[in-house]
């Protein structure tokens, strides 16, 4: 079974590219923090190492129009998707493995002002990418 459910933080805008046939494409990462304790996280960042996992995400189609029109940076979002692996030569004839999230399914979560204002069972919003 491939199948992957993930919550975390944008950590830039979405980048949104469309096809030669017109279909749009959205790549964007999220940072998922490591479960640390805060003794351990706070030695971990003294010594510069990471305390969190970025996962780059892919979606397609209405979604990714939808994602690139709305999602900002910093804001909480849920991926429902599959792992995708594929490579690529580079230039120089050096090879590159990619691991990426294929999202079916990204879900909004309340951000900034709205969060403030939110009302916990109406505020997010799901979508769903057309299958492939």
Excluded: C
């Amino acid at each position: 079974m491939n199948s992957v459910n993930l919550i975390g933080r944008l950590t830039s805008e979405p980048e949104v590219k469309f096809t030669t046939e017109g279909r749009a494409m959205a790549k964007f990462s999220i940072a998922i923090d490591r479960p640390h304790s805060q003794e351990k996280r706070e030695a971990l960042e003294a010594e510069g190492k990471s305390t969190a996992d970025f996962p780059r995400i892919v979606v397609w189609g209405k979604t990714a129009e939808t994602v690139g029109k709305y999602l900002k940076k910093g804001q909480p979002i849920g991926v429902s998707g599959r792992v995708t692996t594929g490579s690529y030569t580079k230039e120089d004839g050096s090879k590159v493995y990619t691991t990426d999230i294929s999202a079916s399914r990204v879900r909004f979560f309340p951000f900034g002002e709205r969060a403030e204002e939110a009302d916990n069972d109406n505020m997010d919003t799901e979508i769903e990418n057309v299958p492939f």
